[in-house]
């Protein structure tokens, strides 16, 4: 008997722990798990924790312009939740709605709440008393209900101006559900100014609610914008403010106090955190030369270019046309103007100053430094009218007419830019030194610039080439091909103008800087302002009067005849300026080409570092040289005391139409000596890529990436339309 007596007291004991052991799992559940949840369901007054977003932290220039900043909004918005149980309380049973869904990828049928029409009969009603009622989308609502409940509020409208805010003030206490709102809201008040430099932002997401965002928030939870392109994208943590000890960002709070029925007590919370500031961002950009170069490049149907100061390696400038404008994305944007942007033939989402292009003669510029640094700066070539790599002849730009150069030293090389000079110092120097010495200068790889998408460009030979081509084996043409910025060579137009000023400045090549300074909100520095030095090409291996005779050049190639870079030459007085142009056939059959300047000035004690890129311009000096003539003669003008204007520009649509010319003022024109054709047509190597299969472009490679598409705006659909007092809605087809 003992035995089945003890296994008796065993079981019971089990049972026992077992009934404590579930009874203490419901406890938790109740007392802490869903505490909040059943706090609300105690009849009285209580207590809601709302979350209010940060200020985001404005974007400037350099001298204090504000580029990206706040403006402040009113906005209602509706917790469906709240206004779901105050209808509860007054009826006996909620409207339904018979709706379809799957499950297990069945379709079923399921009755639901209607609370479309709960807000239709109880809110819409005393706001079209009030003259706020506003149409909106009704599929949309019934979505946000689904998905968030009570936790996220719907933004019901920000279409309301103060008069409009204080009247519904008055009477929002009325509404159990309905919230008032003072909001920051983002504006770019120069609207396409500077568009690919700043980005846009999005509004928050179902994704981006933290998980203990429902414990903290009870009801209501307003997250915050998020930056997704530019600037906007790069520096969000820092505009938002968050920091190790606030990794929310600057968040605030506040606790307001409702009674049984869900209307508000008291007119003020009864606690409070306000808002806190996101830091702010200057940028090295000068708002009036962006200005300058935005319209000097409305010229050319695709374009961009890049200013930068060679002293320091800051980005004065940088703009690439077709644009937008970042005002569309607020709230995000409407269907028409998302295809207008996503479905044009010209993208002007991309940003054209870090996308990758077929360099052309500019890339005579860095083989002439590299081989500087290999002490053949001194050294001469023949150009007999072309260059010969076994059975195949790549020809120089002078045999078309039937001449050739003979023999060249550096600085004339450039001046008249002879392919066949720079295809056998690129030989000389080796396609390994060639590779290992254009990566010193940053080609090749990101600047490291604060922008999303910046393509590293391509140097033939390079490890990076080598991965893209297991099977592929470097010879003598292609070495030849990199050093005129032919066959698969690629670089970005920023990365050509950090070179250019590496040129100007004596040797010193350094890290383009488009971020100045972040300053929190505290007065504490973030982002300090310092330059950063990459190489001193005086100390690998250069001389100074070897950069001389590159220099000599590139001022030969403007202000000498037979020249390829006169009509870059500019009409202020006592302002000498140096320069190199390309033109890079991009697409034989298409008969593309790519129109190039690179240029510094003033020549003796250099400022201003250029590069300016026109797609399928048929000549460099004839189509992008006037362009940064253009643009250095309004620099230069300023620096006289002309003050520069600076308007909101509006997004401009882009097109590939060829340009063969760029027209110049007569004025300039008088000043400066153009009789001379500036030789080089870009085709002169594509026969010989041809036999060898090289191809001047690959196109996955030269495929910009399009920055991520953006929250589309929903619109009224015909259940959100709403019609006056009195008359029939119209049918509901759910």
């Not at 509706?78 to 009826?91: D, K």
């Not at 790069?234 to 409702?258: F, Q, S």
């Not at 100074?544 to 190639?557: F, I, N, R, S, T």
């Not at 190039?596 to 797609?615: G, H």
Request: net charge neutral; charged share 25%.
């Amino acid at each position: 008997m003992e035995p089945r007596y003890r296994l008796r007291v065993y079981l019971l004991t089990a049972l026992v722990l077992l009934g404590f052991g579930a009874l203490l799992s419901r406890l938790y559940e109740f007392q802490i798990k869903k505490r909040e949840f059943y706090k609300q369901q105690v009849p009285g007054n209580r207590q809601i924790k709302i979350r209010e977003p940060g200020i985001r932290g404005a974007i400037k220039d350099r001298n204090g312009v504000e580029l990206a900043r706040n403006r402040r909004t009113y906005e209602v918005s509706f917790n469906l939740q709240e206004i779901h149980e105050a209808y509860r309380l007054q009826r006996d049973k909620d409207p339904t709605v018979d709706v379809e869904t799957t499950e297990k990828g069945m379709p079923r049928a399921k009755t639901e709440s209607d609370i479309l029409k709960i807000v239709k009969e109880r809110i819409i009603p005393p706001l079209q008393d009030l003259g706020l009622a506003k149409d909106f989308n009704s599929e949309g609502l019934v979505t946000h209900y689904k998905t968030h409940g009570g936790l996220v509020p719907y933004t019901y409208t920000t279409d309301i101006d103060y008069d409009q805010f204080a009247r519904f003030a008055e009477h929002s206490l009325e509404l159990p559900g309905v919230y008032l709102n003072v909001r920051p809201k983002r504006e770019y008040p120069y609207k396409a100014l500077a568009c690919h430099m700043l980005g846009y932002l999005r509004p928050w997401a179902k994704g981006d609610i933290p998980e203990d965002a429902r414990r903290q928030f009870g009801y209501q939870y307003v997250g915050d914008d998020k930056g997704v392109a530019g600037l906007e994208f790069t520096m969000d943590d820092a505009l938002r403010g968050v920091t190790p000890a606030n990794p929310n960002g600057a968040e605030g709070w506040k606790v307001i106090v409702k009674n049984e029925k869900g209307k508000i007590v008291g007119e003020k919370p009864i606690d409070a955190k306000d808002p806190g500031l996101g830091a702010d961002v200057t940028l090295t950009i000068d708002a009036e030369i962006q200005y300058l170069l935005s319209n000097v490049l409305r010229r050319a149907g695709s374009a961009s270019g890049v200013v930068m100061d060679p002293r320091t390696g800051e980005i004065l400038a940088m703009a690439s046309v077709p644009d937008y404008d970042p005002n569309d994305f607020i709230d995000g944007i409407t269907q028409a103007k998302s295809d207008a942007y996503y479905k044009a033939k010209v993208q002007p989402l991309i940003d054209r100053t870090i996308s990758p292009f077929v360099p052309g003669s500019t890339f005579k510029i860095p083989t002439a430094l590299v081989g500087a640094t290999k002490g053949l700066a001194s050294k001469t070539y023949n150009c007999s009218g072309y260059v010969s790599y076994g059975s195949q002849k790549v020809g120089c730009w002078i045999a078309q007419k039937g001449g050739s150069h003979g023999s060249l030293p550096l600085p004339k090389a450039i001046q008249v830019s002879c392919n066949p000079y720079f295809m056998q110092l690129a030989g000389s120097i080796t396609g390994e030194g060639m590779a290992d010495g254009f990566r010193m200068l940053g080609l090749g790889e990101k600047t490291g610039i604060p922008l999303p998408n910046e393509h590293p460009g391509l140097v033939t030979g390079s490890r990076e080439w080598k991965r893209l081509r297991p099977n592929a084996r470097l010879t003598p043409i292609d070495v030849g091909f990199l050093g005129i910025g032919q066959g698969n060579a690629l670089a970005t137009p920023l990365q050509l103008c950090a070179v250019t000023a590496c040129v100007a400045n004596g040797g010193k090549y350094y890290h383009p800087r488009l971020v100045k300074r972040v300053v929190a909100s505290d007065g504490s520095v973030v982002v300090d302002d310092v330059p950063r030095l990459k190489v001193d090409l005086m100390k690998e291996g250069m001389k100074p009067a070897d950069l001389e005779l590159l220099k000599k050049g590139m001022w030969m190639a403007v202000n000498e005849r037979g020249g390829t870079a006169g009509r870059v030459k500019v009409a202020n007085a006592g302002i000498e300026v140096a320069a190199k142009t390309g033109t890079a056939q991009v697409n034989k059959v298409l008969d593309l080409h790519n129109a190039w300047t690179i240029a510094f000035a003033p020549f003796d004690n250099p400022r201003y570092a250029v590069c300016m890129l026109v797609e399928n311009g048929k000549g460099g000096g004839a189509v992008a040289g006037p362009l940064v003539n253009l643009l250095l003669s309004g620099i230069f003008a300023k620096e006289e005391g002309m003050r520069l204007p600076i308007h909101p520009l509006d997004p401009v649509v882009g097109n590939t139409d060829p340009i063969k010319e760029i027209a110049l003022p007569e004025n300039i024109l008088a000043a400066i000596d153009v009789t001379e054709d500036d030789g080089e047509t870009g085709n002169e190597a594509s026969e010989a890529l041809e036999a060898t299969g090289t191809k001047p472009e690959d196109p996955q490679l030269i495929q910009p990436t399009i920055t991520p598409k953006p929250t589309i705006k929903p619109e009224a659909d015909a259940e959100g339309t709403l019609t006056p007092r009195g008359q029939k809605p119209p049918k509901k087809n759910r």
